[in-house]
């Protein structure tokens, strides 16, 4: 039996942060009621002319000096025509003939090691409106708030040979851009969409097979499954003697199989040409310059500056920086509390602990940043102990209080003056006169016990090693 590989090319969309659309000044805000962020430019009246929104300009050179690609310094929009109802000038203004950067790469973590990922290109465009199908109507009904949000459209070399490598370049893609912080790429908000374009072939013959594409699939899990079902199935239909036939197909993530959409993609003619509405644009390298000195720190350098300078365990500086959001809790603790491994301890533990008990995602966390650090410094200086940090921090979570206003308000500074614990381990002492005596009789471990009392009767708020030091005492004399 023939032994097949899969050739993958991925073209991923990505809707820019802007505040403004590319061509007009309608909000981009994801999720407002139909047809309320629309005006005569971006709803594709006759007669309106397109502005180019600088911010635009810049973050695709940001993202493409962080992709490692070239600028193209006099780059220019096409217009691609093509009628659909939520495109409602009939054609979208992209780039074909001079696309803003080229010949860019990626290196990905592989099983084999590193493997460089080619970037062909990235395109600036606009983003289309959207269909909306009502099932109790039966009609569908048209959105226009997406129509002109800007999108950068990164086109891969057909260098992936498994669905971990796309998943590895996508989450690679991802982390870039947010931290870069041109993109939030929410999957789940259609901000990052990724079109598969996917062949087999006998391993070893070196040209091409018939490529199939799908497009628009709306998860990582779900393109790793698309990924090896359409490979299986044009092995199969190879295997059978056919041929693959260059089409569009549709995943179904429910029922798990990919059918045909629409064939001979190639062969549509969209008619590209020059938009007469926008003046290229010059890039000079200055400007270049400029972009590439704001560039902020990379997942990659980030990752191993935790672990090299601040001694952070790999584990431990993988899962941060997998989160812009961890990285600026963690790096705003850090600055206040002075110590990276307690910082680190605390967003492993206790963070991420709250989030899960609290069902929310680190981005949804709402409470002031500074806390932690407070917190920590609260409890390293010996002003409060761990566990009553743990309780302060989890009031700072869920109802984002002053941790030094609400440790002074409930009365939860630690206890470590000896003459305010002395009369309340004596108390304990008293009323736990057979844990004593068995205690003096030889049983040690009546000393934890002892120890765990006392630190209830003074309501978790003694310093641990104080109380240990006085009972010690205590229980000595009584020998
Ligand atoms: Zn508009």
Redesign the pocket.
């Known amino acids: 039996m023939t032994d097949y590989e899969m050739v993958i090319g991925l073209e991923v969309h990505c809707e820019l942060s802007t505040a403004s659309?590319i061509f007009?000044?309608?909000s981009t805000k994801f999720g407002g009621a139909p047809n309320t962020?629309?005006?005569?430019?971006?709803?594709g009246m006759p007669g309106t002319l397109p502005t180019l929104n600088k911010q635009v300009v810049e973050f695709a050179v940001k993202a493409g000096l962080a992709l490692n690609c070239d600028i193209t310094r006099k780059n220019k929009f096409d217009r691609k025509n093509y009628f659909y109802p939520d495109l409602p000038k009939a054609y979208q203004i992209s780039q074909l003939y001079y696309p803003i950067c080229r010949n860019g790469h990626v290196d990905i973590k592989t099983a084999n090691g590193v493997k460089s990922i080619g970037i062909h290109e990235i395109h600036m465009e606009e983003d289309a409106g959207k269909l909306v199908h009502d099932p109790l109507s039966g009609k569908t009904m048209v959105d226009f708030n997406r129509?002109?949000v800007p999108l950068i459209e990164i086109v891969s070399e057909p260098d992936f040979r498994s669905a971990d490598e796309v998943i590895a370049y996508l989450e690679k893609l991802r982390d870039t851009l947010q931290y870069l912080g041109v993109s939030d790429c929410k999957m789940q908000e259609g901000s990052m969409r990724a079109d598969v374009n996917l062949s087999v072939r006998p391993r070893g013959q070196s040209e091409f097979g018939t490529r199939t594409e799908m497009k628009n699939i709306a998860s990582l899990k779900a393109i790793a499954r698309a990924i090896e079902y359409e490979c299986e199935r044009q092995i199969d239909v190879i295997e059978a003697g056919e041929k693959v036939v260059q089409e569009t197909r549709r995943w179904d993530d429910e029922k798990e199989y990919t059918y045909a959409m629409r064939s001979k993609e190639d062969a549509q003619d969209y008619k590209y040409f020059p938009d007469p509405d926008l003046m290229p644009i010059e890039i000079s390298e200055e400007y270049i310059e400029t972009v590439r000195s704001q560039l902020p720190e990379l997942a990659d350098a980030k990752r191993r500056r935790y672990v090299e300078e601040l001694g952070l365990p790999e584990y431990d500086a993988d899962i941060i920086t997998g989160s812009t959001t961890l990285v600026k809790v963690f790096e705003t603790t850090c600055a206040i509390c002075g110590a990276p491994k307690d910082a680190s301890n605390w967003v492993m533990t206790d963070l991420l602990k709250l989030c899960n008990d609290n069902h929310i995602t680190p981005e949804d966390m709402s409470f002031r940043f500074e806390s932690l650090g407070e917190i920590i410094k609260m409890v390293n200086d010996g002003k409060i102990n761990r566990k009553t940090g743990r309780e302060v921090f989890a009031k700072v979570f869920t109802d984002n209080v002053d941790p030094a206003e609400y440790v002074e308000e409930n009365g939860l500074a630690q206890v470590s003056d000896l003459s305010a614990i002395e009369p309340v381990i004596k108390e304990v002492l008293a009323s736990n006169e057979k844990a004593v005596s068995e205690y003096l009789g030889g049983a040690e471990k009546n000393f934890q016990f002892l120890i765990g009392q006392s630190m209830r009767a003074l309501r978790g708020k003694a310093d641990p090693q104080a109380v240990r030091e006085a009972l010690q005492k205590l229980l000595d004399e009584m020998r």
């Open positions: 659309k007009c000044s309608c962020h629309v005006c005569e430019v971006c709803s129509c002109g």
